[in-house]
């Protein structure tokens, strides 16, 4: 088996890729039968965007503070693991922003597309899904669009639902919402496109994030989930990923 190793740039990680390199050998990108990410969730989103065309499946081993998309670190029978491992696909979420300048910004998200106020004064949103206005005017912090694979990351940290993988909806979380005060969020259908407009961006400028990628003084964002590009995580089978969404939401 060619693997190919990304670790991220810790002292640990940097250690255990030395390890593993000289087990197996570091196999070009383009040649390798499957890439071994370390670190933690961070350096798997950072090695989802590195695998453009997704033709390479990626095993995550955990050297992260969370490592919520990673198996435990063990040296011990890598090729078997890999063998022997559960594939999971995921769609990320396509966006495309509007700045006030004019420019369009694209990006992809596995985790979620983010909005958020860049002063100390609220964002004013206005909420469209498939042309429909659904909420005139939003006060608040910001918002935000999450995938089932990222609903356990910054949309939990929001108070938004977690998803299971096979959900087939989206979640779009305020993030301290002001007004309407008792707004928590809904849950869109993955088919579903979102857009949201920025009102008075001028006086109250808002950027917007998808995953790392940050764009600033946006006016306008579209969000849908692209079903034409996919990626494919794995997973030792006692540590599959629909499993520990599950187990995560009976956790108080």
Request: charged share 20%; with cysteine; proline share 6%.
């Amino acid at each position: 088996m060619k693997i190919h190793f990304h670790a991220a740039k810790t002292d640990r990680a940097a250690q255990a890729f030395k390890e593993l390199e000289a087990a197996h050998g570091q196999a070009p990108w383009t040649e390798c039968d499957v890439m071994v990410v370390l670190g933690g969730d961070g350096t798997m989103l950072e090695a989802l965007h590195l695998n453009s065309d997704g033709s390479k499946p990626v095993f995550g081993m955990n050297f992260g503070s969370v490592g919520f998309l990673m198996n435990p670190y063990k040296t011990d029978n890598l090729v078997d693991r890999i063998k022997a491992a559960s594939p999971v696909d995921i769609h990320p979420l396509k966006m495309r922003a509007t700045d006030t300048s004019g420019n369009t910004h694209e990006a992809i998200a596995f985790n979620e597309v983010s909005m958020l106020r860049e002063t100390r004064q609220t964002a004013q949103l206005k909420i469209s899904v498939d042309n429909v206005v659904r909420i005139p005017e939003l006060v608040c912090d910001g918002i935000l669009l999450a995938t089932p694979a990222g609903s356990t990351a910054y949309n939990l940290s929001a108070h938004g639902p977690i998803l299971p993988l096979s959900s087939n909806v989206l979640a779009l979380t305020p993030i301290s919402a002001f007004r309407p005060r008792r707004w928590r969020g809904a849950l869109i259908p993955c088919e579903r496109k979102v857009h949201i407009d920025v009102l008075n961006g001028e006086k109250r400028p808002v950027s917007c994030t998808a995953d790392s990628h940050e764009f600033r003084d946006i006016i306008s964002l579209d969000i849908h989930q692209s079903n034409s590009i996919s990626r494919t995580l794995l997973f030792d089978p006692d540590h599959h990923l629909e499993e520990r969404i599950l187990k995560e939401q009976f956790v108080s």
